[in-house]
C-alpha cells in the first residue's frame, strides 16, 4: 500500500498502547507517508519523543508554548499542511477532551484548528470502554464526523479482557488510505447486505438463520478501507458497523430489500446477507396460542433482491455469495450464470457460518480463483483488491 505523499500528523496520547504507536511511526513512514508526531505530557510518560524523533526523522512537537516554533502559530501551520490527523492512541480522557472540543495542549489544539480529516484509534481498560461517559463521547465525536479506529478485543495491559485494546498498527494502516480518499475504490459508491433477515411469524416469534453478519461487516470495511462511499444494509446483527460506514438496519427480506432499491444507483452491489428465501405467508397480528393440533405456518417466497437489482437497467457491479454444502464449484458457478453475475463468491457453509475465518472460491469469467483460509477481514481486503481490478 502506498501514502506516498501524503502528510500525517500522528498525535500520541498517554496510555500504555503509545508504544506500539511507534511500530505505527515506522508503518507509515515505509508506506510513503510523511509523519510529524505530536505527543501530549501523558503520551511522554510512557515513549520518549527522541523514539518518534528517531523514527520520523522530524523533531516532535509536544507544547504549545514552545519558543522554538517561530510566530506561535504552530497549530494553525501544522494541520493546514496536513492530509490527516490520526491519534493512537486516543486515550479516554483525550476522547473527552476532544468531544467537548477543549484546546488546553498542542494536540487538542491542532484536532479543534484543522480543516483536514481526523482518526482516532481509541484505547482503553475495557470498563473505561463501555462506561456511561465513553460512550456519549464517542457518539458525540462520530456525529462530529471523526473516524474510530477500533478498538479491537483481547488481553489487556491491566490483565482483564475484553474490547478496548488498540487496533494493531497494521490495521489501523489498512484503513488509511479509505480515510485519505486514495484507494483502488476512491469516488466509488459500494452497497453492501449483511447478517440474517428475521421473518415475524407474530409480534414475538419468528424464522431467522446462524448468519452472524460478520462477512458482510468485514466487507464493509474493506469496501470503506479501498475507498469507497459505504452503505451496509443489515439485518439483525449485534456487530458494530465499521468506521466510516453508513449502516441502514433492517428486520425482513422485504425491508432489506426496500432499503437496497432505495440507496441506489451505486457502483457495486455485493449482497453478503443470508436472506430468507421464505416468509410467512400471514403474520399473526397477536401471540400464536399454543394447543395439540398440529400448526401449520404457510411460507411463500421472498423476492430475491440480488436477482432484482443485478437484472435493473444500468445495474451496478453485482456481487454474490454462494453458501454451498456440497459441489460448490459446479452450484457457485451455475448460480452466478443464473444470476447474471460478473462475480460470485463461493464457500462451504459448515465450515464459514458464525467462524472467524473462510476459505472461499471467487468465480468470474475468467473462471475460479481459491483464497486459502484467512480470517474473514483479511478474505474481505482480497475479494475487494480482485473486486477493483475487474472494476479498473
Ligand atoms: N440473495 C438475495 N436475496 C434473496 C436471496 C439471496 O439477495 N432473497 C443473495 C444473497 O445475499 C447471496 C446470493 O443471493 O448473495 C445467494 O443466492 P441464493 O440463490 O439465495 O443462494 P441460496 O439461498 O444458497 O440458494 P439455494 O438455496 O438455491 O442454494
Known sequence: ????????????????????????CRLLIRAGAEVRVVMTVAAQQFVTPLTFQALSGKPVLASLWDAASGD??????????????????????????????RADDLLSTLCLARTCGLAVAPAMNREMWAAAPTRRNLEQLRADGVSVLGPAAGEQACGEIGLGRMLEPADILAALPGLLGAGPLAGKRVLVTAGPTFEAIDPVRGLTNRSSGKMGYAVAQAAAEAGAAVCLVSG??????????????????????????????????????????????????????????????????NPDILTEVAALPGAPFCVGFAAETERLAEHAESKRLRKKLPLLVGNLAQDTLGQDSAELVLFDDRGRHPLPRADKLTQARRLIRHLAALLN
Open 236 to 301: 439483525p446483527s449485534c456487530l458494530h458497523a465499521p468506521a466510516g460506514v453508513r449502516r441502514i438496519d433492517v428486520q425482513s427480506a422485504a425491508e432489506m430489500r426496500d432499503a437496497v432499491l432505495r440507496e441506489l444507483p451505486s457502483d457495486v452491489f455485493i449482497a453478503v446477507a443470508a436472506v430468507a428465501d421464505y416468509r410467512v405467508d400471514a403474520v399473526a397480528t397477536q401471540k400464536i396460542k399454543k394447543n395439540d393440533a398440529v400448526l401449520t405456518l404457510n411460507l411463500v417466497p
Open 72 to 101: 506561535g502559530m504552530e497549530h494553525i501551520h501544522l494541520s493546514r499542511d496536513a492530509d490527516l490527523l490520526l491519534v493512537a492512541p486516543a486515550s479516554a480522557d483525550f476522547l473527552a477532551r476532544l468531544a467537548q472540543g
Open 1 to 24: 500500500m502506498s501514502l506516498a505523499g501524503k502528510k500525517i500528523i500522528l498525535g500520541v496520547t498517554g496510555g500504555i498502547a503509545a508504544y506500539k504507536a511507534a511500530e505505527l
